[in-house]
């Protein structure tokens, strides 16, 4: 069978990757939100809220964890084709399968030194500097996340290398 280059494409069977479509929207819409609601305030009442900053940034930075499931779910992340496109079919699955292998090697340093980290803000009682919530509220969720896009690297990884070939 040969290989087929699906990038952004869904993988056969479905869309079981909608959920994170889902979050990565409703965070996106968050942040529209808070974002458009502060500038009218602050046009009729020259008062900003500042604290929708501390907000808006932990919802960025959700939606592009949660975007970078999806990307490697359906085959969309980021990558150089050109090099890998010249290759055999067989050679493309193996050097899609290292890149995968080295993007979950990454992740998971992320999620071991993100969950360090927010032991250490749940430890020493961090606040953040704009409401005053503990900090690890807002941190605990990169070792969440990381863990997620592991799961959908994992995914990738077995739809690449299952006996059939086709991806």
Same mark, same amino acid.
């Given at each position: 069978?040969?290989? +087929? ?5 869904? /993988? +056969?069977?479905?869309? /079981? ?17 808070? &974002? ?5 305030? %602050? ?14 940034v ?9 975007? &970078? ?17 010249l290759? /055999?079919? %067989? ?13 979950? !090697?990454?992740f998971?340093?992320? !999620? ?15 606040? &953040? ?39």
């Amino acid at each position: 069978m040969s290989f +087929k280059a699906s990038a952004g494409q869904p /993988p +056969k069977g479905g869309r /079981p990757f909608r959920f994170d479509e889902v979050l990565a929207a409703a965070a996106m819409a968050l942040i529209c939100l808070i &974002s458009f609601a502060n500038v009218i305030v %602050r046009y009729l009442t020259d008062v900003s809220f500042a604290f929708t900053e501390e907000y808006s940034v932990f919802l960025l930075v959700f939606m592009t964890l949660i975007g &970078s499931a999806v990307a490697f779910a359906s085959d969309g992340h980021i990558r150089i084709l050109f090099f890998r496109n010249l290759l /055999p079919p %067989r050679a493309r699955r193996l050097a899609d399968g290292l890149a995968l292998l080295l993007s979950g !090697l990454l992740f998971a340093m992320v !999620l071991y030194y993100g969950a360090l980290f927010a032991f250490d803000e749940w430890q020493y009682e961090e606040t &953040s500097p704009g409401l005053g919530y503990p900090n690890w509220i807002y941190t605990v969720w990169l070792p969440v996340l990381c863990g997620w896009i592991l799961v959908r690297i994992g995914g990738r990884l077995h739809r690449l290398f299952r006996h059939d070939g086709e991806v």
